[in-house]
């Protein structure tokens, strides 16, 4: 069935007008049905596909330009947590039958712009149609130095575990757009609301991160479903990970929302859309990877470690109380 209407372009026209300006070299200006890229001598791709959907990853009203970062970003964070360089990526943007070309031009050029500061032309992709909510899926590539991508379960015994950046910010910022008139929200101060609202809509991919993965991590993954639960997935059937909450990394925003609400720290500790950089090290590593990073202008943390035995992951408050989380991450289903 035809879905033009006379006040849009077509498809071809759409592609020619937005997207086309984004292609990277092998897309042939996105006139063909396929791309092409070579990988670098000596080095293995590295692929991964990620989708977000109105009303589940992002409030359809959201800035376009932030969606478009966020659809990148989300998936460039996977590339990141292999220890992986961007290439390029595919995109298929499923729109809703309200789509604007307003819309749409504000989508692209947010979306060049993300591309173009995380080093990641667009290849190519497919622009459809969809009778329910709109979605953006994207497909990255990057590639790594042959035979060293850093897996996720590959973590030993004895190795501590580190988190980049702070967690639970981007969790507290949801909570923050679905409760905007609760008590401990009315008692933030505009700076705390903002940081919390951009960590939500303006995820971070760690990149800067991937050569230090590769040097010093056993085994990497990024925190998009919250910190408990990708941490039971990156343990499990290796040992049991013990994390002392008092060490998790917590920035002053998300400090002030947790004084002020306290149960809101389970919020930070399991919810998602952190995209910060989780990972095992080796004890006798720990110190050089916190100094690199640190060099490249990313903090890293150390929380916890890998012991013996299993189970879900054990969180050690300051009184030496252990908790878990039975429902430690975010689930689709």
Avoid at 68 to 79: E, F, M, T, Y
Avoid at 234 to 254: D, F, N
Wanted: aromatic share 6%; net charge negative; with cysteine.
């Amino acid at each position: 069935m035809s879905g033009e209407r006379p006040d849009r372009p077509g498809e071809d026209a759409l592609i020619a007008r937005y997207f086309a300006p984004l292609a990277g070299e092998g897309a042939d200006g996105l006139r063909d049905d396929a791309a092409s890229l070579t990988p670098r001598p000596g080095h293995d791709l590295v692929l991964t596909a990620d989708a977000i959907v109105a009303g589940i990853h992002y409030f359809p009203a959201d800035p376009p330009g932030s969606i478009a970062r966020k659809a990148l970003g989300v998936n460039l964070s996977d590339i990141a947590a292999k220890g992986a360089a961007p290439r390029a990526y595919l995109l298929t943007l499923g729109l809703a039958a309200d789509w604007t070309e307003a819309w749409l031009s504000e989508f692209s050029a947010g979306l060049a712009e993300a591309a173009a500061a995380f080093g990641c032309p667009l290849l190519g992709g497919d622009t459809v149609r969809t009778a329910g909510a709109a979605f953006i899926n994207v497909t990255a590539l990057g590639d790594v130095p042959a035979g060293s991508i850093v897996r996720r379960r590959t973590a030993r015994v004895g190795d501590r575990i580190c988190v980049s950046g702070t967690i639970g910010d981007a969790a507290l910022g949801l909570a923050l757009r679905l409760a905007p008139e609760a008590p401990w929200a009315a008692a933030l101060d505009t700076e705390t609301r903002e940081h919390l609202l951009d960590r939500y809509l303006h995820p971070r991919p760690r990149l800067a991160l991937a050569p230090l993965l590769r040097r010093h991590a056993s085994a990497a993954m990024d925190v998009s479903d919250g910190l408990a639960g990708d941490l039971a997935k990156m343990t499990g059937g290796v040992g049991r990970a013990e994390v002392a909450i008092a060490e998790v990394p917590l920035s002053e925003a998300a400090r002030q929302v947790i004084a002020a609400e306290p149960a809101l720290l389970d919020t930070a500790l399991t919810g998602g859309d952190d995209y910060e950089i989780l990972c095992t090290v080796p004890p006798a590593e720990v110190e050089a990877f916190a100094a690199e990073a640190a060099a490249a202008g990313v903090p890293v943390t150390a929380i916890g470690t890998v012991l013996g035995g299993d189970g879900a992951p054990l969180f050690v408050t300051e009184a030496g109380a252990s908790r878990s989380f039975a429902a430690g991450s975010y689930s689709h289903f």
